[in-house]
C-alpha cells in the first residue's frame, strides 16, 4: 500500500470513529420502546431509522478500513529485525484493543443484546483508543507524506550542489525530478520501515555522505520481505538528503524545548566539552585574510550539509565553549564527520563572528 493511500486511510479511520461515537450518543438519547417478543430484552430504539441506518454504514466503514490497516500493520510486527521501539509496540496494542472492542460490540448486537447497555461505554473506548492510535501514527504519516520545502527551487539547488561531489550511480538532476524524489518516498514509507520504525529514521540528520552510508549499510543487511533494491538506493538517499533540513526543524525544536527545561548552554550532550580535541581553536589568529577565508569556506561546507547557515544569525552571541560543544555534537550524534582540523576552523571562525562582545 502506498503511503498516500495510507495516510488518508488513517486520516479517513480517525474521522469514521469520531463520527461513529457522535451519532451513538446522540442515538442513545432517545428512549427505548417496549418490544416484546423482540430480539433486545430492553426494547426497540425509538431513534430515527435514517440515523440509526447512517451510524450502521460508518461503523461498517470503519470495522473495513480497520481490517485492510491489519492486514498491513501485522505483518510488518513479523519484519522488524530490530527490537520495537515502545511507540510501536503501543501503536500495536491500540489496534490489537480495538480489534477484541470490535468483535466485542458487534457480538453483543448479534446475539448478546441482554449486554445492550454496555454498548455506550464499549463505543467510548474503542474512539479512546482509536484517538491514540491515530495520534501515534497519523502525524508521522503527514510529515512522511509532505515535507514542505523538499521541492522548493531553494532547495533542489542546495541537494544538487551537496549531491555533485558523491557518485549514487544516478545523474543528480534524474534524482531531483518528482518522480524522483516520490521515487524515493515510497522507499522510505514503505521498505525502510519494514526494519526500523519511521520516527527512528527521522529522529536525527546526516550528512549527505552519512545518508549514503546509511542507506547502503542498510541495503547490505539480510531482509525476509522487500529488500531493498539497487534501483532504490540513490533515490531514497536524495529524498533524505532533501528532507534534511526538515528533520533538522525537528531537532531543533526538541532541543530548544530541552534548553527551556533548564539544560546547561555549554554542554547540550550532557557529557564534558571536548576542550582537548579542539584546543587549537583559540591559538587560530583569525586577522590574517587567509585564515579567515579558510574558516569561513570550511563553516559554510561543513554546516550547510544539514543546516540552513542562516540558523546561526539566530544564535545569540555565545562562548568558545558552546561552539566546541556543538560541533562535538554534531560529530558524536548527528555523524557529520567532521575532521578535526576542519572543527577547528569552524569553532574559531563561529566564536570570533559569534562570540561575546569584547571589552
Given at each position: 500500500m502506498g503511503a498516500t493511500v495510507s495516510m488518508w486511510l488513517g486520516i479517513a479511520f480517525l474521522g469514521l470513529g469520531i463520527a461513529?461515537?457522535?451519532?451513538?450518543?446522540?442515538?442513545?438519547?432517545?428512549?427505548m420502546a417496549p418490544d416484546p417478543g423482540g430480539p433486545d430484552p430492553h426494547g426497540r430504539s425509538t431513534a430515527p431509522r435514517s440515523l440509526t441506518n447512517l451510524h450502521r454504514i460508518v461503523g461498517a466503514t470503519f470495522v473495513v478500513i480497520y481490517a485492510i490497516m491489519m492486514v498491513q500493520m501485522v505483518p510488518r510486527l513479523w519484519e522488524y529485525q530490530v527490537e520495537l521501539p515502545a511507540r510501536t509496540i503501543i501503536h500495536a496494542c491500540m489496534g490489537i484493543t480495538i480489534g477484541f472492542l470490535l468483535v466485542t460490540k458487534i457480538a453483543i448486537i448479534r446475539w448478546f443484546q441482554h449486554f445492550g447497555k454496555a454498548l455506550p461505554m464499549i463505543g467510548a473506548t474503542i474512539m479512546l483508543c482509536t484517538l491514540l492510535l491515530s495520534f501515534l501514527s497519523v502525524p508521522y504519516a503527514l510529515r512522511a507524506h509532505d515535507f514542505g520545502s523538499a521541492e522548493t527551487p531553494a532547495n533542489l539547488?542546495?541537494?544538487?550542489?551537496?549531491?555533485a561531489p558523491i557518485d549514487l550511480g544516478r545523474p543528480t538532476s534524474e534524482l531531483l525530478t518528482s518522480a524522483g524524489l516520490e521515487h524515493g518516498r515510497e522507499v522510505l514509507t514503505n521498505q525502510c520501515v519494514v526494519c526500523h520504525?519511521?520516527?527512528?529514521?527521522?529522529?536525527?540528520?546526516?550528512?549527505?555522505?552519512?545518508?549514503?552510508?546509511?542507506?547502503?549499510?542498510m541495503a547490505e543487511k539480510p531482509q525476509i520481505q522487500r529488500p531493498l533494491r539497487e534501483a532504490d538506493l540513490a533515490p531514497v538517499?536524495?529524498?533524505?538528503?532533501?528532507?534534511?533540513?526538515?528533520?533538522?526543524?525537528?531537532?531543533?525544536?526538541?532541543?530548544?524545548?530541552?534548553?527551556?527545561s533548564g539544560a546547561p548552554e555549554a554542554s547540550a550532550t550532557g557529557q564534558p566539552t571536548p576542550a582537548a580535541e579542539f584546543a587549537a581553536a583559540a591559538a587560530l589568529d583569525l586577522s590574517v585574510p587567509?585564515?579567515?577565508?579558510?574558516?569561513?569556506?570550511?563553516?559554510?561546507?561543513?554546516?550547510?550539509?544539514?543546516?540552513?547557515?542562516?540558523?546561526?544569525?539566530?544564535?545569540?552571541p555565545k562562548s568558545e565553549a558552546y561552539w566546541k560543544d556543538l560541533v562535538h555534537r554534531m560529530n558524536s550524534e548527528n555523524e557529520a564527520g567532521i575532521s578535526a582540523p576542519d572543527a577547528t576552523l569552524i569553532i574559531a571562525y563561529l566564536a570570533a563572528t559569534k562570540g561575546p562582545a569584547k571589552p
Open positions: 461513529a461515537t457522535l451519532l451513538q450518543a446522540w442515538l442513545w438519547r432517545f428512549p539547488e542546495r541537494v544538487a550542489r551537496l549531491l520504525d519511521l520516527r527512528t529514521i527521522l529522529r536525527r540528520p546526516y550528512t549527505p555522505e552519512g545518508w549514503r552510508d546509511v542507506v547502503w549499510r538517499t536524495a529524498y533524505l538528503v532533501a528532507i534534511t533540513p526538515d528533520i533538522q526543524q525537528s531537532v531543533r525544536m526538541k532541543r530548544a524545548s530541552q534548553e527551556k587567509a585564515t579567515l577565508s579558510k574558516a569561513q569556506a570550511t563553516y559554510e561546507k561543513q554546516c550547510s550539509a544539514c543546516h540552513e547557515l542562516s540558523d546561526t544569525d539566530k544564535v545569540a
